[in-house]
């Protein structure tokens, strides 16, 4: 029987991997890599192992008896503190994976990056896995800098130690399932109404559950030492707001103004909200990150990988009906 290890199991995208892991793999046995017990993960192929990517004998001890690996494990956060914690959980994290799973003797692996290490511009133009790495573009954030030194990392490993790692690129992960906002706050800000100006910039958006598919490809068909962005539509931060404030039926902002003068706005705003007993959420980086273009070129993981994505609108509807729902 295989057994395949996850690490990141319990974020969003890793939630609707494991679903992914029980249709596409029912004859498989699962092993989490989990900070703590989850029972309600564990089952009769479900195994969870109490440990830390950033512990290499909790690493080494999950990786024994396995035969592939799915390396989720990270956080995403948008603020500039915290560059340490980051770099330790992302970058050496992810050497804690590569040696664990050359000393298991794994067969193959998938790590998970992200489309912002370079399908990020100041221009709205299209980029693939052969666009450089964007430091220039995203300097300031600690999040997407220590995912670059970490898939830099693993690509090391792949071409000098061998390695049989398959990296993936998703972008911006939108729907149902993300308990702790980590992908989708944005929408509920839209929802709660802070998003007041249209943000100059573009985003591209992918299906999670599309994105969980493409990982299970990447596994399959992906070729090792290779990037494989997964994404889905790209649209302006207006053409996304239109069509959510569509979908939400609510009315849209139809202020458009400098990036500075957005954040002196939110600055003030930040400041007085609380004196009528609310708050305001949308922070200078989130404006900052809207101030750019995400776009990137899926050719290469539609053309070796047979990913595919459903339409954006289904997504945002079903992101905005979890929302909703309180869940």
């Known amino acids: 029987m295989k057994t395949i290890l996850v690490t990141g199991a319990t974020g969003f995208l890793g939630r609707w991997l494991l679903e992914t892991l029980r249709e596409r793999e029912p004859d498989a046995r699962l092993r989490l890599l989990c900070r703590q017990e989850r029972p309600e993960l564990a089952g009769d192929s479900v195994e969870v192992v109490v440990g830390d990517v950033q512990r290499r004998d909790d690493v080494v001890r999950a990786c024994m008896g396995v035969q592939q690996v799915y390396h989720l494990a990270g956080l995403v956060d948008r ?33 998970v990056s992200t489309s912002g290490v370079n399908a990020v511009g100041l ?48 972008s911006l992960m939108l729907g149902p399932g993300d308990e702790r906002r980590s992908s989708t706050q944005d929408v509920e800000l839209f929802l709660k109404g802070q998003i007041l100006v249209i943000p100059v910039g573009g985003l591209n958006l992918v299906d999670v559950r599309d994105a969980a598919q493409g990982c299970w490809l990447a596994m399959e068909k992906g070729r090792v030492g290779e990037c494989y962005l997964l994404g889905g539509a790209n649209l302006t931060f207006h053409e996304w707001i239109l069509r959510a404030a569509k979908i939400a039926k609510v009315s849209p902002p139809k202020l458009m103004m400098p990036t500075w003068a957005t954040i002196l706005g939110a600055r003030v705003l930040r400041k007085v909200m609380p004196w009528i007993g609310k708050s305001y959420d949308f922070s200078d980086d989130s404006i900052k990150m809207s101030a750019v273009y995400w776009y990137c070129d899926t050719t290469k993981a539609r053309e070796e990988l047979g990913f595919k994505t459903r339409d954006s609108n289904q997504t945002l509807r079903d992101t905005i009906e979890y929302l909703r729902s309180g869940a």
Do not use: F
């Open 79 to 111: 603020s500039p503190a915290g560059h340490w914690s980051q770099y330790e959980l992302h970058v050496e994290g992810m050497r804690n994976v590569c040696e664990a799973m050359l000393e298991a003797g794994v067969d193959k692996g998938v790590y």
């Open 123 to 170: 221009e709205p133009a299209e980029r693939n896995e052969e666009s450089p790495y964007a430091q220039d573009v995203i300097h300031e954030w600690p999040y997407y800098l220590s995912k670059i030194y970490a898939e830099k990392l693993a690509l090391w490993y792949c071409r000098h130690r061998k390695l049989p790692l398959t990296i993936v690129n998703p």
